[in-house]
């Protein structure tokens, strides 16, 4: 699959979504589609027509007020219709603006609290290891989530049970709910307090897909110890005005900024 293509696809569909059901966190779906695209385009072992098949990999978005960008990746991977999209935040939808499992294949778990993903991956992936099954797990998280504390336990734990089969992901894109994270809780060292929690750690450009691919599809790497990828990206990536700026973690665009945010998200495939 074209992960470029799917990227745009999901930046496409999350505009869509967030206008119509006048829902927020576009500038945080942005942000990740490309880890998205990555993820569901090339790296998870997945079957779409089965989506409880026992040796699939789990994903779960731990930062789950983006799950407009986890409904598009599905939708276009074939999990449900695209045509569910639409309606998105509607009243009575499957789709609500948090992202949730029920009723949804493919979505491991209800998230939107934040502090919990990472807790519920150990979880699985230390099932997995007594099962001795080979799934891995990937959990997605927020970079202005990893001011909680539970976090950190889970870190703590992922790393005493050697859980190789643990793959953490930071959408390190520098901005969380009202302000930058550096004045918010300052993450800084980042990579090095994970390091000194016994993990193994990879900085990458988030929105680079062969960086993304290298380092997330890595069944074949030796270790014993979880893995952790800081993705570093940009809030609201991909369309111009609403790049780099917390305006866009409460807003929808609606009106001008609407139609000014598809035309730089416009491909004649999807249009």
Known sequence: MDTRQLALKIRRHAILMTNRGRSSHIG???????????????????????????????????????????????AETGYFPVDWLPRHCAQGSKLCGHVSHIGIPGVELSTGSLGHGLSVGA??????????????????????????????????????????????????????????????????PFADKWLSFGWRVREVDGHDHDQLAASLDIRSEIGSSPFCVIAHTIKGKGVSFMENTVLWHYRSPQAEEFEAALREVEDPIIA
Not at 28 to 40: K, P, R, T
Not at 47 to 69: C, Q, V
Not at 162 to 167: G, M, P, V, Y
């Open 28 to 74: 945080s779906i942005l942000s990740m589609a490309d880890i998205m695209a990555v993820l569901y385009g090339q790296v998870l072992r997945k079957r779409p027509d089965n989506p409880n098949w026992p040796e699939r990999d789990r994903f779960i978005l731990s930062k789950g007020h983006a799950g407009a960008g986890v409904y598009a990746a599905l």
């Open 123 to 188: 979880g699985m992936a230390y099932a997995g290891k007594l099962d001795k099954k080979d799934y891995r797990v990937f959990v997605l998280l927020g970079d202005g989530e990893c001011d909680e504390g539970s976090n950190w336990e889970a870190i703590l734990f992922a790393a005493h049970h050697r859980l190789a089969n643990l793959i953490a992901i930071v959408d390190y894109n520098k901005i969380q709910s009202l302000g930058p994270v550096a004045e918010t809780l300052e993450l800084e």
